[in-house]
């Protein structure tokens, strides 16, 4: 996933201690955020809900269940916000709902 980033390209994450989440910058930063997460769980899966595509901008909406290698179990309604420079994405911002 990391290479449909710009090099400069950033990942806002829902969670975090600042008030927008975790910002990931550059390639190091995000495919590190990634490593970490799928090395954390045991199965995770996302269901797209809706994708719609305005100008520069795609909107996913998304349900994500996943089971934690501790046995906690996750599941989420989210959206990605994906803002494009080109073919390219330089900016996506997270947000989700927890359902249980």
Known sequence: MVRYFAADGEFVNAIGPDPHGTTY??????RGYFENLFAT?????????????VDEKAYAEWHRR????????????????????????VKKDTYIKVVR
Do not use: C, M, N, P
Request: glycine share 10%; charged share 35%.
């Open 25 to 30: 910058k550059r390639h190091e930063q995000i």
């Open 41 to 53: 769980v045991e199965d995770v899966q996302w269901e797209k809900t809706d994708i719609r595509v």
């Open 66 to 89: 996943a089971t934690l290698k501790s046995g906690e179990t996750q599941d989420w309604l989210g959206v990605d916000i994906y803002t494009f420079g080109g073919r390219e994405i």
